[in-house]
């Protein structure tokens, strides 16, 4: 059996979660994680070095997302993917819903911004700077504002899947790993100004965020219900998956279906738990601010209140 396009001939038996999570690697994917991880650790430990902490929670977080793109790249559910509908949209809806919320969680981009040297006085761009310069620059404006990552988180599922584009990009390795590459940076892009720690270009107030995430979300969710209520194959990469899997392509379709309507609604809940906890947390920020000001200034502005209010009551006397 030709292995969609990619050279590789092997004969897969049918799919079980025990053989899914056998260990399988992409090399692409295998070092990017690896130096993810590395590159995360050394901003850590750079910190620790000269006094400074950094949360353990934010760590664990980025830690476990990292790992989730290798579960799904670099184990044998990518192999499986290839030929089934079903475990190609676990792989997807992992790296471009999950994973993305996971790494902005670790605030990778906060750490760096910690950790990278300041740039010397013959030097006016060194790392930081540059990376500064990247998050301010009119690009990221463009990229991270919400008329633009709406549309391509939509545009990501229905442009893609409904297109050539799929089929297109599923009969080479190199076209496969974009494409891997793409739901995730779809992902980081449409969640960063949402529920991101790290600093960007657009960060709109809690209820807008929330409004945001959830202008998406019913677009997901009727793609998953259309591959549910399908009644032929919609996706020629899957129309005819190879007889030692055992599996009815339309079959295989419909729960592939079923698996994207149920990422609409977990991440969501994830994210506005996240959402709800920072909300929070903002408030008792600007709170313990408001005290300190107060203790300061012997609080001028109650005692300027309450002087205004006796001078209401003065005038109705």
Not at 158 to 187: C, I, N, Q, R, W
Not at 233 to 245: H, Q
Request: charged share 15%; glycine share 8%.
């Amino acid at each position: 059996m030709e292995h969609s396009g990619h050279g590789m001939n092997m004969d897969l038996p049918p799919f079980t979660l025990g053989r899914g999570l056998e260990f399988s690697p992409d090399p692409f994917f295998l070092i990017s994680c690896v130096l993810a991880l590395g590159l995360y650790a050394w901003g850590v430990v750079r910190l620790h070095r000269r006094g400074d902490s950094w949360p353990v929670g934010r760590m664990i977080f980025f830690v476990i997302g990292v790992l989730s793109i290798a579960l799904v790249m670099c184990t044998k559910l990518n192999d499986y993917g290839m030929v089934m509908f079903s475990v190609h949209m676990v792989q997807h809806m992992i790296i471009s819903m999950l994973t993305p919320i996971l790494l902005l969680l670790g605030a990778p981009v906060t750490l760096a911004l910690r950790a990278l040297p300041v740039a010397g006085r013959g030097n006016r761009k060194g790392p930081r700077e540059i990376l500064l310069m990247l998050l301010h620059s009119r690009y990221m404006k463009i990229v991270t504002h919400p008329a633009f990552t709406i549309p391509l988180f939509i545009a990501s599922l229905y442009g893609l899947y409904f297109t050539p584009l799929f089929d297109f990009l599923m009969e080479s390795k190199p076209g496969h790993l974009a494409m891997m590459v793409h739901f995730l940076a779809v992902g980081l892009v449409f969640f960063w100004p949402i529920m991101g720690i790290d600093p960007g270009p657009h960060r709109p107030g809690y209820v807008m965020r929330m409004l945001e995430l959830f202008a998406g979300m019913p677009f997901h969710a009727f793609f998953g219900i259309a591959l549910m209520m399908a009644t032929q194959p919609m996706i020629r990469t899957y129309e005819n998956p190879p007889a030692s899997l055992g599996i009815d392509a339309l079959t295989d379709q419909n729960a592939a279906g079923g698996i994207a309507w149920a990422f609409s609604e977990i991440p969501s809940v994830l994210v506005l738990i996240a959402l709800v906890f920072q909300w929070y947390r903002s408030e008792q920020r600007v709170a313990r601010r408001s005290d300190r000001a107060a203790d300061r200034d012997g609080d001028k502005e109650l005692v300027a209140y309450n002087a205004y209010l006796a001078s209401l009551n003065a005038r109705s006397r």
